[in-house]
Structure formats: C-alpha cells, structure tokens
C-alpha cells in the first residue's frame, strides 16, 4: 500500500508539473510568434510606405535595413521589383507570379506558404505596392525555441522525477510510521488479549467439568474475574488511546491549580504505597496555575504514582516534586529502582513497552506512558523520564500561565 502510494504521488506530481511546463512553454512559443509577426508586419508597413518624391519605394526599405522586396505595377502594366540587396528579382516571371498571389489573396496582410514569404499590401494613387519578407528568419528562431524548450523540458522533467522520488518518500513516511505503528498495535493488543482470554477460556472449561470441589472452582472462579479485570483496564487503556490518537479527547481546556491537583492526586495513593511497603514523599509549591483538562491532567499524576508502587525496589522512598522553572510547571515523580539505559527512558514511552515483561500479570499493560505522553502533546507540554544511580525521574514540563 504505502509503495502504491508513492508511485501515485510521483504520477500525481509529476502529471501537475508536466502540464504547467506545457502551459509556460506554450505560452513563450505564442508570445514569440506573436512578437515576431509584429515586427515582420511592421518591417513590412514600413518598406512599403517609405517612398521618394516621385512616389517610388527607396530600395524596397534597404536604408532603413530591412531585409525586404517590394513589388508593384508602373504605368505600362510591368511589375516594378525593388529590394534586391537581400534578394534576387532578376526572374520577372516569378515576381509577376508572387504579385498575382498577393492580389489573388484579397488580404491587406498574410502569408503565401508556397513562397514562404510574408506580405503587406498599400494601396495608393499611383497603385497597389506589396512588400514581401521571407519567412525563413521566424521559422529558424520559431524552430530553435522549439528545440530549446524540447531540451529544458526533457531536463526539467528528468530533474523533477527525482525530486519527486524523494519528495514521494519524504511525504509518505508519516503515513508509512503510522500505517506499521498501526500494524504493531494490533499485533500487541491481540497477544494481550490472548493470554487472559486462554486464561478465562481454560478457568471456565474447569468450573464445568463436575470433577473438582466448590473450592477449586471458586479459586477457579477468582481466577476469571481476575482475568477479566486485567482485560477491562487493557480495553480501556485502549480506549484511551484510540481517542487521543483520532482527538476527541474530552476535556474543558481552562485555567486550573496544578498544585492542588496534585495534592489531590496524592491522598488516595498513600495508604497504597504504605500497604506495599513504600514511603511517599512530596514538595509541592503552592499557587502554580496551568492550562488544561483537570480529568487528563490528573490522569498523568495517577499514571506516574502508579508506576512508581509497581516498579520501586521494595521498602523505597517515592519522591514527588513540583515546582516553577523557567514560566514552567516541572513536576518530578522520583523512584528507586533498577537504573533505565537511555534506550529505555526512549522506548519506555511507546505503547505495550515494558521494562519488565513479568509485570504483565500485575495490571502493567505498557500503555499508561504512551497515554500520559499523548496526553502531553496535546496540552502544548512533554514528558521524559531518565535513569541515574538506581534512581528513575520522569518528567512532566507544562507551561504557566
């Protein structure tokens, strides 16, 4: 698919591209030829109104340069040639047959093509004059843009095709890193489900078999309900993300009390962390005010305290922080635990990670990251985390306002 929609760009673009030089080239070809009838008319206007004082053409408009002929009758009936400088009027025969073309035409101007030449026609007291220019001059020049535009356009086109090849690659490659982020997606939500659904499947075939005790098959029992509240917090972390991805999470976007959200984030976690043997420490600066969702925002806070009663090293000290740092709001959640690479502080941010793949069973579904991370994004905010000396920090900057 995406290769498909590479070539479609590339053909798309390059179709645009060839029309516009068709149009830019078509243009200067009429421009050109309109210019040089022009002149080759006004050339033509002037030799055969440029007459001495007994009414006769000088040279045919060779003082003035133009390489012209005139034709004209004199009072016996003859054709009277002039011009011939630039042209050879010695055969009478032809010229009396080029004068008789001109008439014949009935056109005050206009071509004969079987002469290759361009005339003009004055009519005066003393008679009708032609003037005559060949043609051969605006064809070589007209035939030479044409060869000119033949080459720039084979060139340009040659050019463009492969700035397009790299546009085309340059433009897809969102498309492409979504399309295998969307692929990658699937693939870790199906082996999720698998697992507590094999689990859920397994537990129900036992409580059916007449076998085991009533105790087997309520330990069986609290084994599916386990299951299935692992798979309800998996779907609705999906959720989640579904609707951050498409942006239709909801949310009033006004100003709040981010220290007090804060605090309010933390009651509810400390009898939590006491119960898992964890101290939870917090400094929080009083009246730092942000712009946002409270309900999202507050999802971020719950996140990062959830991660850190699950993966603190047993009997630690979890330690939150906020405070003002440059028209920011930096919140810290600080916990102790097995140092993250830089690879990890990366990759810890994208959906089903997980640092430690035992912690699936325990609710750890690698997406609560990926959640606070979009969230962030859309608040005009980020999120990192950092590891150093056993201690993990993760970050949140929003700006104050």
Avoid at 187 to 213: F, G, M, Q, R
Wanted: aromatic content about 8%; some cysteine.
């Amino acid at each position: 698919m995406i290769r498909r929609l590479r070539v479609k760009f590339v053909c798309i673009t390059m179709g645009l591209m060839a029309v516009m030089l068709l149009v830019i080239f078509g243009l200067v070809y009429h421009f050109t030829q309109s210019n040089l009838e022009e002149q080759s008319l006004s050339a033509l206007k002037s030799a055969a109104t440029t007459q001495n004082l007994f009414g006769r053409p000088i040279s045919g408009g060779q003082d003035l340069g133009i390489p012209c002929f005139t034709l004209e009758t004199g009072f016996m009936g003859e054709i009277i040639a002039s011009g011939g400088d630039y042209y050879d009027l010695s055969d009478s025969q032809l010229m009396g047959e080029i004068y008789q073309a001109a008439v014949d035409s009935g056109a005050r101007s206009g071509v004969l093509a079987q002469y290759n030449l361009r005339y003009y026609r004055v009519d005066s007291m003393a008679g009708t004059r032609f003037a005559f220019m060949d043609l051969s001059m605006e064809t070589t020049t007209l035939n030479a843009l044409v060869r000119n535009c033949a080459i720039i356009g084979v060139l340009s086109v040659a050019g463009l095709l492969c700035i397009s090849i790299l546009l085309a690659h340059w433009a897809v490659k969102p498309v492409e890193k979504a399309w295998q982020q969307q692929q990658q997606f699937v693939a870790d939500a199906s082996h999720e489900l698998k697992t507590p659904l094999t689990v859920i499947l397994t537990n129900a075939e036992l409580l059916k078999s007449p076998e085991h005790t009533p105790e087997e098959k309520g330990r069986f029992a609290d084994s599916i309900l386990t299951m299935t509240q692992q798979m309800r917090g998996l779907v609705e972390g999906l959720l989640d993300l579904a609707r951050a991805d498409s942006g239709q999470m909801q949310g009033t976007m006004e100003p709040l009390d981010f220290s007090q959200l804060v605090e309010d984030a933390l009651l509810p976690f400390e009898p939590l962390y006491f119960e898992n043997g964890l101290t939870l420490k917090s400094r929080l600066e009083p009246g730092i005010t942000v712009k946002g969702s409270a309900q999202h925002l507050r999802q971020v806070v719950e996140i990062l305290l959830d991660n850190g009663q699950k993966y603190s090293t047993p009997g630690g000290t979890v330690t939150v922080q906020l405070a003002r740092e440059r028209r920011h709001a930096l919140l810290t959640v600080e916990t102790p635990g097995e140092t993250l690479t830089p690879e990890q502080c990366r990759d810890i941010f994208r959906r089903f990670y997980r640092v430690d793949t035992a912690r699936a069973m325990n609710h750890s579904y690698g997406l609560g990251l990926s959640i606070a991370s979009q969230i962030m994004e859309r608040h005009g905010g980020r999120i990192w985390a950092a590891g150093k000396d056993g201690i993990n920090r993760f970050s949140v900057s929003l700006p104050e306002i």
